[in-house]
């Protein structure tokens, strides 16, 4: 790479890390110095390149830019783009306005380190912003969902001339394959994830299915090592983001669906059966009635069957 894609470092000097702040998992794996070959793993393969040196990438994350009391959004530097990535266990819409405010404060400090003053009367350059969020709730989602901020414009506004939009994914298991293909570490985290909802699934405890689901994690090639390393904390991790509450509507709401599925499949054959001896029965003129009067259906229920 020639050196003016050489990246600038511009974290976030004086500001105070805030003590009651954790981690999310995904920050905690793809947001730490010691893991940014898995950082660079995922940006290659999001944006197709083939970037090789992990020293090019700096991570900028702001630590005093806090929407919740855990950290969820990872913040880097690379080739003359700041890029802005964050986890989302549930659908949040309004990501474009927090990414705005967020990359707000990321350009603020990319100004001041780089002594440039947007009052000047030349146009000051800034790295292009790229904004991903990276979903693995329980409600379904599509691969790839564009969330856009004049969605949520008061007056509809179609122009483009105010626009900013952050590019939602979504990487729970079975999810945007070719991606999971290209970054190895993307692919075991979500897997880590969904190992642990299927044992939940089979009855497990929470703390069981965390336990059961890191020691499979360990097992694996890319982040095997890590995972082993931090055993205890990925575990805590995993329990403090896990949302029992969302986790039974979801399964409630499923046993709902599939019983209505198997209601609507027993009613199709019920019914089925009825036309079928009223026609034995020489009485065609009665199936239009049946199909459209459920107390007809009723009444011949009792006396056919």
Known sequence: MPDNNKSVFF??????????????????????????????????????????DPDELEITTLDDVVYINMKNDVSFLLDSCINLYEHQSTFNPNMPLRGLMYF????????????????????????????????NGLKEQPDRTILRLSDAFMIPDTSGDFEWSAVMLNINAGHNKELMNKCQALSEYS???????????????????????????????????FFLKWKGDVTSMLLTEFNQKEYDERRRDEGREE??????????????????????????SEVEHVCSDPEYMKKLEEELL
């Open 11 to 52: 974290a976030n000097e004086g500001t105070q890390i805030n003590p009651k702040v954790k981690d999310r998992l995904f920050n905690f794996v793809f947001g730490s110095f010691e893991n940014k070959i898995y950082l660079l793993s995922l940006y290659n393969a999001i944006n197709n390149s083939d970037y090789d």
């Open 104 to 135: 707000g404060h990321l350009y603020d400090s990319y100004l001041a380190r780089v002594n440039k003053d947007y009052y000047s009367g030349s146009l000051v350059k800034i790295p292009t912003p790229r904004y991903y969020v990276f979903y």
């Open 191 to 225: 897997q880590y994830v969904a190992d642990f909802r299927e044992a939940l699934a089979k009855g497990m405890s929470k703390e069981s299915a965390a336990e059961d689901a890191v020691n499979k994690a360990i097992s694996r090639p890319c982040l095997g090592k």
């Open 259 to 284: 019983g209505l599925k198997e209601g609507y499949k027993e009613g199709k054959n019920e019914l089925a059966r009825l036309i079928t001896l009223l026609i034995k029965s020489g009485r065609e």
